[in-house]
Nanobody, 115 residues
């Protein structure tokens, strides 16, 4: 079992920044990749960014150059630094862990961007 807890969401003006945190615990040795997903109003959940246990990263085209994913293994935490936020970034952001036993999800954190 893997537990994930997101934090850091909130309301920000367009052009502003937020940093999301995903604290993970439990059977962390099972984790291959931790990713951030988001689900906007009326939209399907989509991948935003991911980071492997080895530190390799990938990003959705829509966030490249604006968002940065990183991890602090000492704190068992993955971060998503979001800069130059746009109204289209409004969504509930979820942290997901991919393991050999399946995928685990956090509860999500709301990000709202005012124009």
């Amino acid at each position: 079992q893997v537990q994930l807890v997101e934090s850091g969401g909130g309301l920000v003006q367009a052009g502003g920044s937020l940093r999301l945190s995903c604290a993970f615990s439990g059977s962390i040795f099972l984790i291959n990749t931790i990713s951030w997903y988001r689900q906007g109003p009326g939209k399907q959940r989509e991948l935003v960014a991911g980071i492997t246990s080895g530190g390799s990263t990938n990003y959705a085209d829509s966030v490249k150059g604006r968002f940065t994913i990183s991890r602090d293994n000492a704190k068992n935490t993955v971060y998503l630094q979001m800069n130059s936020l746009k109204p289209e970034d409004i969504a509930v952001y979820y942290c997901g862990a991919a393991t050999a036993a399946g995928r685990y999800w956090g509860q999500g954190t709301q990000v709202t961007v005012s124009s």
